[in-house]
């Protein structure tokens, strides 16, 4: 990759890494107004404010990683492994709670255990993030003895397996941490594409059922409903891609051959939270109208001060 080609790629990954971070913070400071007017935060506001925190802290540190990429500094590259790897991790459990409580909340599945879980949820909710929280710190645990010194590459390029670098706490190899990872990683993975397969799967035949009938009520309301399966196969394809590319991008590579694979791994992971934030903004109406408000604001003080002037 070409030196002007690698500086647009940062470019563009720190400008949607800057503004999926926006993202983020409108979305928590809308849910946490709405909060204190009504007194109450709904269990979906909880999740997509935790979601939305943890997003945050991944897009922030992805922001660090094109800002510092290199980094010599063994207590800096350790802080910075564990907090990328806690985000990602979080953001991944904290994406499947959601798609969890949606096909819990809205599916029409008639087994006993289904309406048990259908009335248990909203009190499951705490419970599932705190373990959500709980496993990002303990999958980001191992990261404090990562000898990242499998990063370096000799002569021919190949990875060097009895290097080091001095690191004083590296007594786990990058591979064994990177496993570890995965191992953590794959279980919300399976966990969204269940859920999200079972609701697109409700939501097709509860739609095939409505369209049987000619009333304009149940036309409106299957158009809505074929809406929401678009939003879900987007949020299913955008969850797949952003998790191989953090995969892709942890796998322990050569740093020699591995520039032009992080420059589209590190664009991939910032565009597709922001994505993913913008499409629940434009679907949910209270959020939308809050972003409105915002812009009209705007919109009148960028006019007001181009008067005086």
Known sequence: MSTSIYAGFQVVTMTLSALGMATSVFIVAVACVDWMRKKKLTSCDLILICLSSSRFLLQGSMLHSVLFPEMDNWNRLRVHSIVLVMGSTACLWFAACLSVFYCIKVATFSQHFFLLMKMRISGMVPWLLLGSVLVSLISSLPFIWIDHS????????????????????????????????????????????????????????????????????????????????????????????????????????????SRSKDSICLLVIAACPLVHSMLLIHLNLRYKLALGNILLCMTFQLKKTQNYS
């Open 150 to 257: 499998t990063y370096l590459c000799n002569a021919t390029r190949s990875l060097l397996k009895n290097a080091t670098t001095g690191n004083p706490f590296g007594s786990i190899s990058y591979s064994k941490g990177f496993i570890m990872y995965l191992t953590w990683a794959i279980i919300p993975l399976l966990l969204f594409l269940t859920s999200s397969t079972l609701l697109i799967t409700s939501l097709w035949r509860h739609t095939k059922q409505m369209r049987n009938s000619a009333t304009v009520f149940k036309d409106a309301s299957s158009e809505a409903h074929v809406t929401a399966i678009k939003a879900l196969i987007s949020f299913l394809i955008l969850y797949i891609c952003a998790f191989v590319a953090e995969i892709l991008l942890g796998m322990p590579s050569c740093k020699a051959q």
